[in-house]
């Protein structure tokens, strides 16, 4: 599952924006409001599986149960 997937998956009922924006040299940085929540080029290596959604979720709360499940 892709990061987006992943993140939306849990807060898309609260999230106005999402945005992928190209750069150069490898940059990898996710962010909230203006405040980086991980740069590879701080911690020099890729987030760990669920390491960004742990994050998140220090500032969003736990995943929103916002779909369906079937029945």
Known sequence: MSLAAEVLGRWAPVIRTVELMSATGGRFE???????VFSKASEKRFPKTGEVVARLEKRLGPGLKWRQEPT
């Open 30 to 36: 996710v962010s909230l409001d203006g405040e980086i």
